[in-house]
């Protein structure tokens, strides 16, 4: 498999070439040249499969310069009953990704993907985790060191720390706004006492720890002589590992291939839907992708209308779903790359007007109706809606599902259709948002077992002040 640019001018490239890499040289992003098709036969025969086992299927095929029996090691590392063991009670922790159904609807039935079992309690974990082990045996293979340098404001940091821990030739530098975040993700991310992982609280907001890693990646010549790297969502390793849970929820919910489920995904960056994409080009029986926002909704607009209006950062709204709170999705150039029909030159004129005139308007051009050709649909949701939807899944089905998930559900239920199961990725756990829960139901989720007390652990971290030769200085003297 080769991989391109979004933009059409990049060399053609491996898995291995991209793994490490951010965005393509011409500012595109990486897509590979064709999608596998996965025919029905070929369907049925991985019903049986342990989720690592359909990983290691779903990922040979784009990853062929991975010797086979590397890959299958490196993916049942990742996807053990041990590591996805946070799930609710009645879960099935060697499944990694249950299904939770929670009934009938509009004459079909509504279940959760549970993807929020891993250490992090979000799905984050289910590409990280494989991430951290891709990229020591990269690293190992050439003999190289890595130092990740990222900001955070919670969950994507604590999702690359615990995917990164104890890794060989990796380091994490990870900055976080010192007392911006909550108890509990203080304590996810800074009681982990491994030497090559440094939490970093910055005396500023998150944007000013965003504005350092964004200094010090363009002062080339420290980020060369010093390794740095990143893993933000635009990688293609990570979107890639995403593909595998449609097949999972897909074949579980399914007992022959004829049938066809919906599948609604709470977003952000559309990093996650764009590996629904990615699954129903493979030929993966999808009816629907739903993709549900919260009152940030670009993405919505887009679905709705043909006109994608990117947000400046001061008109982001800052809502009880908070990973979904973008100004504009960093993946959904990939899908724009497939809806006009793969034209490289085409996307490039499209994503500087993007940078320039803050989008385009396709509302009135012929591509616009070949949107639904894709499965497209959306929906947007509220912090009432959010509540309320808390409250009612909690009451009809007695289960417990947290902010983003809400918006998912919310949304999904516009697009139930008789006969077509609908799955709504769980992206999160309620408990990362003991808050917002405690307004609609009057009490605190549960914890996992692993989690109780943990802010009375010990934790390590190194408190600096927002200046990026303080930061460099403080890489340099750890690596
Ligand atoms: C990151 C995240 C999302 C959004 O996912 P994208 O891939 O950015 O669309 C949704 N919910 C939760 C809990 C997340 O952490």
Same mark, same amino acid.
């Given at each position: 498999m ?7 001018g ?8 991209i793994?490490?890499?951010g965005l393509?040289?011409?500012g595109?992003?990486?897509?590979p040249?064709?999608?596998p098709?996965?025919s ?5 025969s ?5 989720y690592?086992?359909?990983a ?5 095929l784009? #990853?062929?310069?991975i010797p ?10 990742t996807?053990t009953?041990?590591v996805?063991?946070?799930?609710r009670?009645d879960?099935d922790?060697?499944?990694?990704t249950?299904i ?8 079909t ?26 990229? $020591?045996y990269a690293?190992a293979?050439?003999?190289r060191?890595?130092n990740?340098?990222g900001?955070?404001?919670?969950d994507?940091g ?7 821990? /104890?890794?060989?030739?990796?380091r994490?530098f990870?900055?976080?706004p010192a007392g911006?975040?909550s108890? @509990? ?5 800074y ?11 910055i ?17 080339l010549?420290f980020k060369s ?5 990143t893993?933000?969502s635009?990688?293609w ?7 595998v849970y449609?097949?999972? /929820? ?16 709470? #977003?952000g ?17 999808i ?9 940030n ?5 887009? *679905? ?21 709170d ?5 993946n959904f150039?990939?899908?724009? *790359?497939d ?10 004129e ?8 803050? /989008? @385009?308007?396709?509302s009135?051009?012929?591509?616009r109706d070949?949107?639904?050709q894709f ?5 947007r949701s509220t912090?009432?809606?959010?509540? $309320?939807?808390?409250?009612?899944? #909690?009451?009809?089905?007695g ?5 983003h ?12 259709q008789? /006969? ?12 990362? @948002? ?21 802010e009375?652990?010990p934790?390590?971290?190194?408190t ?8 460099q200085? @403080?890489?340099?003297k750890?690596?």
């Open positions: 080769k991989y391109v640019s979004t933009r059409g990049s060399e053609e490239l491996s898995f291995l070439e793994l490490l890499a393509a040289p011409d595109g992003l990486y897509m040249k064709s999608y098709q996965i029905k036969e070929t369907l049925d991985w019903r049986k499969l342990s690592a086992d359909l290691f299927e779903v990922l040979r784009f #990853s062929d310069d086979e029996e590397d890959l299958r090691q490196i993916v049942r590392k996807y009953a041990q996805y063991c946070n799930g009670a879960d922790p060697s499944q990694i249950p939770h159904w929670l009934g009938e609807e509009a004459g039935q509504i279940g959760l993907l549970s993807l929020s079992n891993g250490p992090t309690l979000a799905f984050k974990d289910m590409a990280m985790q494989l991430l951290g082990n891709l990229f $020591e690293l293979k050439e003999g060191e890595l990740i340098l900001a955070t404001s919670g994507t604590s999702a690359a720390e615990y995917a990164m821990r /104890g890794k060989k030739g990796i994490v990870m900055l976080s911006k975040m108890a @509990f993700q203080c304590a996810q991310m009681s982990l006492q491994d030497p090559n992982i440094f939490n970093i609280a005396q500023g907001v998150f944007d000013d720890a965003q504005d350092i890693v964004k200094a010090v990646s363009n002062d010549e002589k010093h390794k740095i790297g893993v933000n635009i990688n390793a990570r979107v890639v590992a995403q593909v449609y097949f999972a /929820g897909y074949l579980r919910a399914t007992q022959d291939s004829s049938e066809k489920v919906s599948f609604c995904v709470p #977003s960056n559309f990093g996650n839907v764009c590996a629904g994409h990615i699954a129903r080009m493979m030929g993966l029986p009816h629907q992708l739903v993709v549900a926002t919260n009152e909704d670009v993405l919505d607009e887009f *679905f709705k209308t043909g006109h994608y209006r990117a947000r400046k950062s001061a008109e982001t709204f800052h809502t009880s779903s908070p990973s979904m973008i100004s504009k999705a960093s150039e990939r899908f724009v *790359f809806w006009l029909n793969r034209d490289g030159s085409l996307v490039k499209l994503f500087a007007q993007v940078e320039k005139q803050g /989008g @385009f308007d396709y009135q051009h012929p591509a070949k949107i639904e499965g497209f649909v959306s929906g912090h009432t809606n959010r509540i $309320e939807t808390i409250q009612q899944v #909690s009451r009809k089905y289960v417990v599902i947290d902010t998930t809400a918006d998912g559900v919310q949304v999904a239920r516009n697009y139930l008789p /006969g077509i199961k609908m799955l709504v990725l769980e992206t999160a756990l309620p408990v990362k @948002f003991s808050e917002t829960i405690e307004t609609a139901l009057g009490y605190l989720p549960d914890r996992p077992d692993a989690f109780v007390g943990i009375n652990l934790q390590r971290l190194f600096i002040p927002p200046q990026v030769s303080l930061i200085e @403080f890489i340099v750890n690596t």
